[in-house]
Nanobody
């Protein structure tokens, strides 16, 4: 059974930092691209970042230069380092992938709440 368990969220002031983690199990983590998505209250799902199985990364314009995605294949863990956080980054963050079916994301994993507020 595929499991993606997000952690590391919390309440932070504008300009602060957080590091999110996603522990993966039930599939060959190193073989799959992984992504972070987020959903703010009352809004749709927004793609944040992607990392390929080879380690290539892409980012949404809204987070480019502030967020860094990385992975540790030995630990089967995905990370998102978030710096210079803004109130508009407030959302539930999910990790996700696609094996034979979509894995993770709203309705499929718990996510971790990030709140940026003074």
């Amino acid at each position: 059974e595929v499991q993606l368990v997000e952690s590391g969220g919390g309440l932070v002031q504008p300009g602060g930092s957080l590091r999110l983690s996603c522990a993966a199990s039930g599939f060959t983590f190193s073989a799959y691209g992984m992504r972070w998505v987020r959903q703010a209250p009352g809004k749709g799902v927004e793609w944040v970042s992607h990392i390929s199985s080879a380690g290539s990364t892409t980012y949404a314009d809204s987070v480019k230069g502030r967020f860094t995605i990385s992975r540790d294949n030995a630990k089967k863990t995905l990370y998102l380092q978030m710096n210079n956080l803004k109130p508009e980054d407030t959302a539930v963050y999910y990790c996700a992938t696609f094996t034979t079916v979509p894995q993770g994301g709203p309705g499929r994993s718990r996510g971790t709440q990030v709140t940026v507020s003074s």
